[in-house]
């Protein structure tokens, strides 16, 4: 974190006392790499303590940080060509429509997504979805697994972990054409897995399920095709493997 953020959230802390504390314990679960473009963070207004800003992040790995799962051609082709092209373009419609992005929040954006463009809604989606999905994902690991009350919800809400798993990799698998497979907590606060076409996702007022998500998986073919070909559902098995599940943890905690 540069240190003039650290500075200005100091001075922040000092001035508005409780208040301010709250934030910083907001701010304390924000990865350092999310303030890595120098830019002030708005803290406390996601779901889950993980807002998004509206510019492409950088990514929070090297290019072949994730394989054997995603290769690194993958990796910095998906990330530097068709993630930065929906953040440029979600950067183009906010001008256009005059958006002050100093006010309004991405979020606020994706959860009123009905009253904007289709353009607005592939691009602002098409952002937000891929920031959330580089921060979902860690170096291999196996036999990687979530603890804690996620862990037990998942048992209580599907059966067990490979019960959800299976559940989670047939939306993946069952989605036509292109689109995200998700783990969402529900308004009900119970775990629901669901699947969007295109760039859409949960948040969105347009979406069939509503919630908050905690895991997504991108089954666009520009994110598997170069290594995984037609064969989608060894694209998913591998991917399991590199879930970072302190993070989903984390979201978790926040939604309930
Ligand atoms: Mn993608």
Not at 8 to 33: V, Y
Not at 112 to 130: E, F
Not at 159 to 180: H, I, L, P, T
Not at 185 to 197: F, G, P, Q, R, Y
Request: hydrophobic share 40%; glycine share 8%.
């Amino acid at each position: 974190m540069p240190e003039i953020n650290k500075n200005n959230r100091r001075e922040f802390l000092i001035k508005t006392g409780r208040a301010g504390l709250a934030a910083g314990i907001a701010a304390s679960i924000i990865p350092s790499w999310a303030c890595a473009t120098g830019k002030p963070t708005v803290v406390g207004g996601g779901l889950w303590g993980e807002e998004i800003p509206y510019e492409q992040q950088p990514l929070p790995y090297a290019y072949a940080g994730m394989e054997p799962a995603i290769d690194a051609l993958t990796m910095e082709i998906h990330y530097s060509k068709h993630a930065a092209t929906y953040a440029k373009n979600l950067a183009d419609e906010v001008k256009s429509v005059g958006i002050n992005t100093g006010k309004i929040v991405l979020l606020d954006i994706i959860k009123q997504i009905s009253k904007y463009s289709t353009k607005m809604r592939n691009n602002a989606g098409g952002h937000y979805n891929h920031e959330f999905f580089w921060k979902s994902m860690k170096a291999s690991t196996s036999g990687n697994t979530p603890d804690g009350n996620l862990q037990s919800s998942i048992t209580k809400d599907f059966g067990s972990f490979d019960a959800f798993k299976n559940q989670f990799a047939d939306a993946a698998k069952n989605r036509f054409g292109s689109g995200w497979a998700w783990l969402v907590l529900s308004n009900e606060k119970k775990l629901v897995i669901t699947s969007t076409a295109n760039q859409d996702n949960p948040l969105m007022d347009i979406s069939d399920i509503k919630g908050t998500p905690l895991l997504g998986l991108d089954v666009w073919e520009h994110a598997y095709y170069l290594k995984y070909q037609n064969r989608r559902p060894d694209y998913i098995t591998a991917w399991w493997n590199i879930v970072d599940w302190s993070i989903i943890q984390k979201r978790f905690s926040k939604a309930l």
